[in-house]
């Protein structure tokens, strides 16, 4: 079975600093003519799970202006275009920002597509369980406000059933502890 | 602390099919200034976990415009706007559609948030582990091609290794089900 849309014609709609947006006119496989598709384009990002030498998860609470509302997640962030050390570098840049612990070695658990329907954002999920707190470390961003938190699995569990923790990504750091410390 | 960014200005930047594009101008809290904030509103959607009579989970195979590529997933898709049932009719709607399957019961596993930094798209993810096979069926939508695998919970934690599984929600499904079954 032939499964690829080809593209006929792509008219980009914006270009922002964290996505660029595109509308495809595509060509459907197997004769079944046209269709269009709305497209976002984003460079990726990371998020860690961060176990401190308490055996506390570390997350981070902040607002989200797509949802209005406050959420409690792990520590993330966007790649920066051509970041040196890619990926991994990210990660623990994000993480010495946002708490001011490093790693010396990170180990990765998914990469994976957040809205795949829609939207092309990949996102590497690592662990960090051998933290080491960073002397002067990097400032956060200046826009950013956050408040730190260090919760045991039972309580990142509560959090998950009360709502406060509600993205994909800390819900998925979360399931893999569950299912490593079974 | 004070989280809350207010709105000072929305600029509307794209109205699609499928999401709503935005740019605000925020004034931040604590006195922090002004940022920006490019948002995607979109109506939410659902994804469910089916597992066959026999055991196996219910996989759609299908071509993802925004990743130039085949992706292997749960059996998914958008919310209608005021869809009489909300949430679990659009949930049997497309098990019915995708699979040809319906079910007497399903079971909420996660409300969440995909891509939280810069989109508001809300996915209910269910469980459907009570199939029962639909004499005749829903077609499914013209524009999409798809292909129906069932698997093992071995055989979907290879297909997420080997990358083919590399969506979030499916993931996080296949991860519920690690949890259940140890």
Same mark, same amino acid.
């Given at each position: 079975?032939?499964?690829?849309?080809?593209?006929?014609?792509?008219?980009?709609?914006?270009?922002?600093?964290?996505?660029?947006?595109?509308?495809?006119?595509?060509?459907?496989?197997?004769?079944?003519?046209?269709?269009?598709?709305?497209?976002?384009?984003?460079?990726?990002?990371?998020?860690? %799970?961060?176990?401190?030498?308490? &055996?506390?998860?570390?997350? *981070?609470?902040?607002? #989200?202006?797509?949802? +209005?509302?406050?959420? /409690?997640?792990?520590?993330?962030?966007?790649?920066?275009?051509?970041?040196?050390?890619?990926?991994?570098?990210?990660?623990?840049?994000?993480?010495?920002?946002?708490?001011?612990?490093?790693?010396?070695?990170?180990?990765?658990?998914?990469?994976?597509?957040?809205?795949?329907?829609?939207?092309?954002?990949? %996102?590497?999920?690592?662990?960090? &369980?051998?933290?080491?707190? *960073?002397?002067?470390? #990097?400032?956060?961003? +200046?826009?950013?406000? /956050?408040?730190?938190?260090?919760?045991?699995?039972?309580?990142?569990?509560?959090?998950?059933?009360?709502?406060?923790?509600?993205?994909?990504?800390?819900?998925?750091?979360?399931?893999?502890?569950?299912?490593?410390?079974?």
């Amino acid at each position: 079975m032939d499964f690829e849309e080809k593209t006929i014609n792509r008219k980009e709609i914006f270009k922002g600093h964290i996505f660029t947006v595109a509308v495809d006119d595509v060509e459907l496989p197997n004769g079944l003519g046209q269709s269009k598709r709305e497209l976002i384009f984003h460079n990726g990002g990371v998020g860690v %799970l961060a176990i401190t030498p308490e &055996d506390k998860i570390i997350l *981070v609470k902040q607002y #989200r202006k797509a949802i +209005e509302a406050t959420s /409690i997640e792990i520590p993330a962030g966007k790649l920066e275009v051509g970041e040196a050390g890619g990926e991994a570098a990210a990660a623990l840049r994000e993480l010495e920002e946002e708490t001011g612990y490093t790693s010396p070695k990170l180990t990765l658990l998914h990469d994976f597509y957040s809205a795949i329907g829609f939207c092309n954002e990949r %996102l590497r999920l690592y662990m960090a &369980d051998n933290l080491v707190k *960073v002397e002067n470390p #990097r400032p956060q961003d +200046e826009d950013e406000v /956050i408040e730190l938190m260090e919760v045991t699995l039972a309580e990142a569990l509560d959090l998950i059933a009360s709502g406060e923790i509600c993205d994909a990504k800390t819900i998925m750091a979360i399931q893999h502890l569950q299912i490593i410390r079974k």
